[in-house]
């Protein structure tokens, strides 16, 4: 049985920070620029954008748009509390009920 807590780290967070990688590439910025601003590590970078990780899940157009927002503000340097927009976007997910679908 997989809890729910489960399903959000293994599959949920990921396709998130896959979804605002991808967002910010399209932003202009380099994958060396997203992996400092999620503080991660740029080959993480590179296996969300190139779908070896996080692709799991597809969101609906509303989710995007949180997800474009974000990555919006990361560019222009406007997110003060990255974790919680991140955490605001898994809540929406969660509030409105949406189902993730498998690819």
Do not use: H, T
């Amino acid at each position: 049985m997989k809890l729910p807590c489960q399903m959000i780290v293994w599959d949920v967070l990921p396709a998130i920070r896959a979804a605002i990688a991808e967002e910010l590439v399209n932003c202009g910025l380099s994958q060396q620029e997203i992996a400092r601003e999620l503080d991660m590590a740029p080959s993480a970078v590179s296996q969300y954008l190139s779908k070896k990780r996080g692709y799991r899940i597809v969101f609906d157009e509303d989710v995007k748009q949180s997800i474009r927002a974000l990555a919006e503000d990361m560019k222009a340097g406007n997110v003060d509390d990255l974790a919680g927009r991140i955490c605001r976007i898994c809540k929406q997910l969660r509030s409105d009920e949406q189902q993730c679908i498998d690819n």
